[in-house]
């Protein structure tokens, strides 16, 4: 078998597959939810954490025992991390030596691992997709494709809106004030992962509302006078019905913009401060490190939102793991570093059992190295992390990384655990119903799991 089949090959087998979707018609989601969930149903929040680019999950947690760890170092030759510098998580596997914080926090009980997860259409085995007798995503290993495919939460290209869209709009009717203030963005770049809902998502870039000029002279919807400031609203307001939709769209969210500050106006006011943030070394965009300080400094003003949302969801995107010609070392150490301040921070706030944190990625990574990093993957293991977490344990069956591995469409993993699985456990904790989770996850009628057991109820 070649491990180095040409990448042509692999999308054109993906672009194969995708051929086989029916372009069914996806369940209606237009319909109001009931009101809720109340005050008294307590508070839960999803924390989104990006790996953006494609992690190398497997120089993150590696086989221990002596047989299986020489596999995995002839198969990844110069990449692989020393056997005597990991950190034991149980008697098979250890984490890299620079993960501590990640050690810590699974050893507490409050990390798990998800293994072998990733885009599917169906449940598919190695030997299928080599066959060519089954479905799989379309435009494998292209970033943009199966990151998107994260986002929307669904493999099939049916699907144009996010998950988390989708799902906040269950939880809460456009009427509820609270419904505004449910999907927070906190990176420096838009996501899918929010698109398409009632409601835009609130977008912070740190812990302060910016002043309201143009209230301040005499523009804003609550100036109380000023003749051009009226007629620059009722401007906005008309082009809010306007037949073109671009421009309507423009227009309600100029008009936004301009409430916003006076609907937050002194959100902020008292934050907490958090220790031990830090951000990274040559890291692109907005540090990891600052995002997740600001996802705690909001939660610590959570009750000062208008109608007090009890759900929330947030993305943080960590840049750089794109590695074709380099090792992720340092985004390994980073990320457990800012994941173990999260978690302080959380405690902190009283609010270690109310907030989860989970890792998305576009992809896996290849098993053998293509000369001096990796290339585009398939499965890839994911983190979650939080008080309501059963963790200390790896859910799924890890995959054998060795040469011609068994779990394995010549060197990229094949998925054993689908993306819906893996977002439906987290929702269903969120407190979506069996039939809500059906039309935010179209596409989970397809696999035998719903469940993966490691959320406490």
């Known amino acids: 078998m070649n491990p180095h089949k040409k990448r042509r090959d692999f999308l054109k087998q993906s672009l194969a597959g995708v051929f086989g979707v029916a372009a069914a018609t996806l369940p209606s989601n237009a319909a109001e939810p009931r009101t809720r969930p109340a005050a008294d149903d307590g508070y839960r929040a999803l924390v989104c954490v990006l790996l953006e680019g494609g992690a190398d999950t497997f120089n993150m947690i590696v086989p221990r025992r002596k047989k299986s760890y020489e596999k995995y170092r002839k198969l990844r030759r110069h990449l692989a991390v020393a056997r005597d510098s990991l950190l034991p998580i149980d008697a098979r596997y250890g984490l890299r030596g620079n993960m501590g914080e990640m050690q810590r926090l699974y050893r507490?009980?409050?990390?798990?691992?998800?293994?072998?997860?990733?885009?599917?259409?169906?449940?598919?085995?190695?030997?299928?997709?080599?066959?060519?007798?089954?479905?799989?995503?379309?435009?494998?290993?292209?970033?943009?494709?199966?990151?998107?495919?994260?986002?929307?939460g669904d493999a099939t290209g049916r699907s144009r809106t996010g998950w988390a869209a989708r799902a906040t709009d269950r939880l809460y009717p456009v009427s509820n004030p609270a419904r505004s203030y449910c999907t927070i963005d906190t990176a420096d770049v838009n996501t899918l992962l929010f698109s398409g809902g009632r409601k835009d998502p609130l977008h912070l870039t740190e812990p302060n509302i910016s002043p309201d000029t143009m209230r301040r002279y005499g523009f804003g919807p609550e100036s109380g006078g000023g003749a051009f400031g009226r007629v620059y609203q009722h401007l906005y307001a008309l082009h809010q019905l306007d037949r073109?939709?671009?421009?309507?769209?423009?227009?309600?969210?100029?008009?936004?913009?301009?409430?916003?500050?006076?609907?937050l106006e002194g959100l902020f006011d008292g934050v907490r401060d958090f220790d031990g943030f830090t951000t990274g070394v040559h890291e692109v965009g907005k540090p990891l490190g600052s995002q997740l300080e600001l996802v705690a400094q909001t939660l610590s003003v959570k009750d000062r939102f208008p109608g007090r949302?009890?759900?929330?969801?947030?993305?943080?995107?960590?840049?750089?793991?794109?590695?074709?010609?380099?090792?992720?070392?340092?985004?390994?150490?980073?990320?457990?570093?800012?994941?173990?301040?999260?978690?302080k921070a959380m405690e902190e706030l009283g609010m270690e059992s109310e907030v989860t944190v989970l890792t998305l990625s576009d992809f896996g990574r290849s098993l053998t190295p293509n000369g001096a990093g990796t290339d585009h993957g398939w499965g890839t293991h994911a983190f979650v992390?939080?008080?309501?977490?059963?963790?200390?344990?790896?859910?799924?069956?890890?995959?054998?990384?060795?040469?011609?591995?068994?779990?394995?469409?010549?060197?990229?993993?094949?998925?054993?655990?689908?993306?819906?699985?893996?977002?439906?456990?987290?929702?269903?904790?969120?407190?979506?119903?069996?039939?809500?989770?059906?039309?935010?996850?179209?596409?989970?009628?397809?696999?035998?799991?719903?469940?993966?057991?490691?959320?406490?109820?």
């Open 108 to 152: 507490e009980k409050k990390l798990a691992v998800v293994a072998n997860v990733g885009t599917l259409v169906e449940p598919v085995t190695p030997r299928q997709v080599r066959e060519g007798s089954k479905k799989i995503p379309f435009e494998l290993f292209a970033h943009n494709t199966q990151r998107d495919q994260w986002m929307f």
């Open 244 to 263: 073109n939709p671009l421009q309507a769209t423009m227009a309600r969210q100029r008009i936004r913009e301009l409430n916003l500050p006076v609907k």
């Open 309 to 343: 949302p009890r759900r929330q969801i947030f993305f943080v995107d960590h840049h750089n793991w794109d590695t074709h010609d380099s090792d992720n070392e340092h985004q390994t150490g980073y990320l457990s570093d800012s994941l173990g301040a999260f978690q």
């Open 385 to 457: 992390m939080g008080g309501a977490v059963k963790g200390g344990k790896i859910y799924g069956k890890m995959p054998r990384i060795e040469r011609d591995s068994p779990d394995a469409w010549y060197d990229r993993l094949v998925p054993a655990l689908s993306m819906e699985s893996y977002l439906a456990t987290l929702l269903a904790w969120m407190g979506l119903s069996k039939d809500e989770l059906d039309l935010v996850l179209p596409n989970l009628r397809s696999f035998p799991t719903r469940d993966l057991g490691f959320m406490r109820g």
